[in-house]
């Protein structure tokens, strides 16, 4: 593609590519817009264009912020910024077949070979001035040990202003106290920094609609279990941001509400089905051939959609996210997570759980063995694969094909 090849010359030759990719998102955020994709149902094209639109903001907005998957975006929404993920940037600019180029450039700054291809994408582009500075970054220690290197490589070369929160791994009323200290001590600096002011009541609105959110997730996470929707694993993949950093928005609300009509209306769940586990490979052909738009095959989603599905405190808005970071059960050991997967697979009753494990990511590729044993106790077929689902070139099409195949073979 011609667009793709100019903005790979723009980085190679070291010239600034962000107006091409500001362009770029700006004209797919209009035809998703105007040509929606009459074969995803209502919901999805809805998805398809608030994704494009926050992504849009992310990337081109003088108040964007970078944050992690489980960073407090709440608290940032009602500061009036728009947060924008990593992994979101990453799997954006793999769809533009620019992942290689950056990857090549976030190496050749002394970033690890090993190191996940998400993080280096997007640090790639971040060193590349593909991205326009955001006015700061803020992670947790949740979930992704890649989150405080890449973040504090970030902060240092780009001489940025970083909040980095320290989530303790257990729930307790000292991990609470030692969690709203940093949360506080971040509020104030951000005040700070931008001369804005936390609005807590406006705070106390996005909590609420969250829980108003999580519900609707947890009644499509029943729904998923006798229906069957047309799905791409591009759009489970978009789910993250109404799941995660935009829980809590009007369009988040909007979309699960959407979703959870459509489910209804639904056909009835057949053939096999299947429920992936960590992340989706969007780009890796044996994958988009089995599982995009099919008949045969059923996806029932992620789990990292339905990660934390429990109601938090209204009234308190800095103790309600507290709250939510630390009762994540994907925060903690694994027997904690495990836990959490059992119970989706007991409501989803799946034919079987794929884990893609995702080139240098060190917690998947460590509980995967874990994983087997445990998932194949309740007597459902498990496998991993490990695939790079953002350097493409990275991924053999023959033998990924084999074990996918080998492992749809035992699933009935
Ligand atoms: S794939 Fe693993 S290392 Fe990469 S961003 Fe996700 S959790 Fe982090």
Redesign the pocket.
Known sequence: MLYSRLLNSLIRNNKNGYWLLKSGILIGKNYVKYFPDKRLPRSFQYLHKIVFDWTYKGIASKSSVWV??FAPSEILLAFGFNPIF??AISAFLSGLDVEDELILRAESQGISESF????KAFLGAAISNLLKKPKFLVATSS?????LNTFRFLSETLKLPFFFLDVPSEDSKEARQYLKAQLSSMIKSIEKLTGRKLNLDYLAKIIKKENATRKLIKESLKLRATKNIKTTLTFEMFMLYPSHVFCGTDQALRFYQMFVDDLKNSEERDGKSIFFI??LPIFEENFKEYFNFSNKINVLGMDLNFDFLEEINEQDPIEAICEKLLKNPYNGDFKRRFEHIKTLIEVLKPDGVLQIC?M?????IGCSMLLKSNVETLGIPFTSIDVD?VNKKNNSKGQIRTRLEAFLERVK
């Open positions: 992690n998957l990593v992994e996940c291809t998400f993080h979930i992704c040990d890649a989150n960590h992340t995702q240098g990511c060190k917690q998947s689902c």
